[in-house]
């Protein structure tokens, strides 16, 4: 999950430093800057109820409620990496990096 969000932004990186920024409307840029910051809150308060209910759960269904509470932090990184892919705005990638990296540690996988 993680490997391909940050190879989003090794090309995003890769694209912006050789000068070349694939525009889009500013409205939709505008669009999708909002989603992110509204999908990291909602993502934060997912993770905080998955952490809750997962404490009770079976192993086979914490693992359900983990990669829920993963894939929704990794929504949020996709659509930073696409803000910064075709706005050039790199802070909403990075608040998705941040927020899956939280992720992965406030939903820990047992290794038992």
């Given amino acids: 999950m993680l490997l391909g969000v940050l190879l989003l932004g090794i090309v995003a990186w890769f694209r912006h430093r050789n000068g070349v920024i694939a525009g889009l409307d ?12 509204g999908g990291a809150a909602l993502t934060l308060a997912l993770l905080a109820v998955l952490r809750t209910k997962a404490a009770g759960a079976a192993p086979p269904q914490q693992m359900l409620l983990y990669l829920g509470g993963y894939g929704a ?7 930073g990496g696409t803000v910064w892919l075709f706005g050039g705005d790199r802070i909403p990638y990075l608040l998705g990096i941040v927020l899956m990296t939280l992720s992965f540690r406030l939903l820990p996988i047992p290794r038992n």
């Avoid at 932090?73 to 659509?79: M, P, T, W």
């Fill in 26 to 37: 500013a409205s939709l840029l505008q669009s999708l800057t909002y989603a992110v910051y």
């Fill in 73 to 79: 932090a990794e929504l949020v990184a996709i659509l």
